[in-house]
């Protein structure tokens, strides 16, 4: 089958970076090491269209995803993750949505919603179809034309874009469901941070495609883009009436991470007693690519506890709490995502046998 581009239909595509094997899913997590290491792998190529700049994952198939209840990518159990929504948040009531109805697409396990209503937002509903809990407001079902009698201010899409494999037409469909006066706010991880770090465990099989402010704000006519989490988002807040085919001229080189690897791997080689912070999608990524048979680290930590005591897909490192360093000594903890060093350091602060590291630290 040939490949071609997902927005404009192109087939005229380059080639960024290609990947032979990671797990199908990285923020599922499994009961037993048996289970864990059995899981489905798949490749990747991410590949960028030359007429319109979209990048994407030109392989990807979207009839392998399924987003059960084995899936858990939920970041509010950490405090500093806590504090961006909040900024979210009060972005939204400096932008007068605090009395607007208000839909969220894709609400996940429905703590936004929730903190928004913790924060006077009374009139919002959550869409999601794999929904657990009980919050009467939130919609066990994928939001549609259905539901125009909502008559929704704003729609909300945190973290949601970067999983369609066809952005603009799903784009399309959601503004059929709206009216003439819905603005949409989108959240998704931002594309040049990820290039300008080197940052190659953020490239995974979940998200199939991929944006950079540039192509992002092109989406719309006169939106208001700012970028959230030290750099590594993007929150975009447009009409939703002024939805336009997407276009960037900028055209990102190949071989974006060649060798950005290696100083991972000779960190990972001359140290021993060594553990990964973070059992979802960025420490799975870098796992699968760098220690498949468990040679370098120990386990994984994660804040999660519906993580804890469980498995992550492929190598099947065990994932533990926090607390299983208060009995280590002399461990190496390296932690995959920067902006959580200050209050992951905190935690232990008195203790000074553990040295804790920073991905993005070793490779600058």
Not at 221 to 240: C, E, S, V, W
Not at 270 to 291: E, F, R
Request: proline residues 3%.
């Amino acid at each position: 089958m040939t490949k071609h581009c997902k927005v404009c239909n192109s087939v005229v595509l380059s080639t960024l970076y290609q990947i032979d094997s990671l797990p199908l899913f990285q923020n599922k997590v499994y009961e037993t090491q048996s289970i864990a290491v059995e899981q489905k792998t798949v490749p990747i190529t991410l590949s960028q269209c030359k007429e319109c700049g979209f990048v994407f994952n030109s392989v990807f198939d979207d009839s392998q995803m399924n987003y059960d209840a084995d899936y858990q990518n939920e970041q509010n159990y950490s405090g500093t993750f806590v504090k961006h929504l909040q900024e979210v948040a009060t972005f939204l009531m400096a932008e007068g949505f605090k009395e607007k109805n208000i839909v969220e697409i894709g609400c996940g396990k429905g703590y936004f919603v929730e903190l928004l209503e913790k924060n006077g937002f009374q009139n919002i509903t959550g869409f999601d179809p794999a929904y657990e809990g009980n919050n009467p407001k939130i919609i066990k079902d994928y939001f549609g034309p259905k539901y125009l009698s909502l008559d929704a201010d704003l729609i909300i899409m945190r973290h949601v874009l970067e999983h369609i494999e066809k952005p603009f037409d799903f784009l399309f469909h959601i503004k059929n469901a709206c009216s003439e006066k819905t603005k949409i706010l989108i959240e998704v991880p931002n594309f040049r941070w990820i290039v300008d770090n080197k940052a190659f465990w953020d490239i995974y099989y979940e998200h199939c495609n991929y944006f950079d402010a540039d192509f992002l704000e092109s989406f719309f006519k006169n939106a208001l883009l700012k970028t959230m989490f030290d750099g590594q988002y993007l929150l975009l807040l447009a009409d939703i009436k002024t939805l336009q085919k997407p276009y960037n001229t900028h055209q990102y080189s190949s071989h974006l991470f060649n060798s950005a690897s290696n100083a991972i791997i000779e960190f990972l080689q001359i140290h021993s007693n060594i553990v990964i912070w973070g059992a979802s999608s960025k420490g799975v990524t870098m796992l699968n690519l760098l220690d498949k048979d468990k040679k370098y680290v120990e386990y994984c930590i994660d804040i999660n506890p519906k993580k804890q005591n469980k498995f992550i897909a492929v190598t099947g490192h065990k994932i533990f709490s926090p607390e299983i360093l208060n009995s280590e000594k002399e461990m190496n903890v390296i932690i995959t995502n920067k902006n959580y060093f200050e209050e992951i350091t905190e935690m232990y602060k008195k203790r000074k046998d553990l040295k804790f590291y920073t991905i993005e630290g070793m490779i600058q």
